[in-house]
């Protein structure tokens, strides 16, 4: 037996198959056979001009899998042939007395100053098999699902987790709260369906165009849900669908985009939580993006609350199990479409289509 690998051998390049030898787990390792890879926004842009955290090309790229175990190294007895799993992106950095990542550490893997993930400094899983070490074997983000669960939505264990972490950071923000959501796009919509969950009053969703709000709100809206365009008038309409209240209890910026930020400033009111999710990045690097607090009147005296969370940790990877696992999103299946399913053979047109405007979440098959 063989392993298939898909490199890309340069930004903006092609996914060349290359045929290896299989490889074999070492003790205390484990062998996985990739069944889906889903398209995270971040592969389009590592697919389309790289990222400098990826150092070596030609690069195994795609971090969102569930697969099977398919061997198990000597001594391994938390995993065992035949189980479902599915993995985190951000992971430990292998330096087992790391005070982030170590047995001892606090699990604040994208703290640690040698932060790695799958996909990016980490081989990701455009590939068929992956002997994962011991130490991701017994740290890292691996949850195992139930026989017959479905590996379309184990494989969006790591996205929606991300969504997880920003909405559950600060307690007593989403329950009974007007939320709004800005951004329309895999990461808003995963994040609407987790806080209809989560018993949210009102759900507000912005979003620039049309066509997407209208999927989102036609496949996941209910009465508690409402879609306002992003246009000259987004804040007086945004404000006018929160009444009674005066503002918002929790914003999301769910759009990697200055533009983004700017707005949801301009919504913060007494007690908003404002929740910095998606990070903006051009070519230039990180731009700041400067705004101006008032701690004694905006923090103090009207609760408002600047935070942000990026990447997933045990606590969101957890979180997203048990959200997937009982069955917590049912409406989940909507995000991936006819036209948003590929075979592994056609990588390209897979991230390709998770580019396109009205694209939710494309879903690549490996069996
Ligand atoms: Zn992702
Ligand atoms: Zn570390």
């Known amino acids: 037996m063989k392993n298939l690998v898909y490199y890309l051998n340069r930004p903006g390049g092609e996914f ?52 099977v175990v398919d061997a198990i190294g000597a001594g391994v007895t938390k995993f065992a042939e035949g189980d479902l799993i599915a993995l985190g992106c951000d992971i430990p950095c292998g330096d087992r007395t790391c005070i982030y990542c170590g047995d001892e550490g606090t699990g604040d893997w994208t703290s640690c100053p040698n932060t790695q993930a799958t996909g990016h400094e980490f081989p ?3 590939r068929r098999y992956a002997v994962l070490p011991q130490w991701f074997v017994e740290l890292g983000p691996i949850m195992k699902f139930p026989a017959g669960f479905n ?16 909405l559950t950071r600060v307690n007593n923000c989403i329950e009974n709260r007007v939320v709004v959501l800005i951004g329309a796009g895999s990461q808003g919509a995963y994040a609407l369906q987790s806080v209809q969950r989560m018993g949210a009053r009102k759900v507000i969703l912005v979003n620039r165009g049309e066509e997407r ?17 992003w246009d000259d008038a987004v804040i007086e309409n945004v404000r006018r669908e929160c009444l009674p209240f005066n503002e918002p209890h929790f914003v999301m910026v769910n759009a990697p985009v200055q533009a983004a930020y700017e707005l949801a400033t301009k919504l913060m009111g007494h007690g908003t939580v404002m929740d910095g999710h998606a990070g903006v990045k051009n070519a230039g690097g990180k731009p700041p ?6 701690l004694n009147n905006d923090i103090h005296y009207k609760l408002q609350c600047y935070q942000a969370t990026h990447g997933s940790s045990m606590h969101g990877i ?49 069996d």
């Open 16 to 67: 060349e198959a290359v045929e290896e030898a299989l490889p074999e787990p070492g003790p205390g390792e484990i062998r996985v056979r990739t069944l889906r890879t889903s398209i995270c926004q971040s592969d389009v842009i590592i697919y389309r001009s790289g990222l400098p955290r990826i150092k070596k090309w030609p690069a195994i790229v795609l971090h969102e899998m569930s697969g």
């Open 124 to 126: 990701g899983f455009a």
């Open 151 to 166: 590996p379309d939505h184990a494989c969006q264990l790591e996205p929606l987790a991300c969504s997880l972490e920003g």
């Open 213 to 229: 709000l209208q999927r989102v709100l036609r496949d996941f809206g209910d009465s508690r849900v409402v879609g306002i365009r």
């Open 289 to 294: 993006i400067l705004h101006q607090v008032d």
């Open 318 to 366: 957890r979180l997203a199990h048990q959200f997937l696992s009982q069955g917590g999103l049912p409406l989940l299946d909507r995000m991936t479409n006819d036209t948003e399913r590929f075979p592994a053979t056609k990588l390209r047109e897979a991230v390709e289509r998770a580019a396109d405007a009205d694209s939710l979440k494309v879903i690549v098959h490996w």
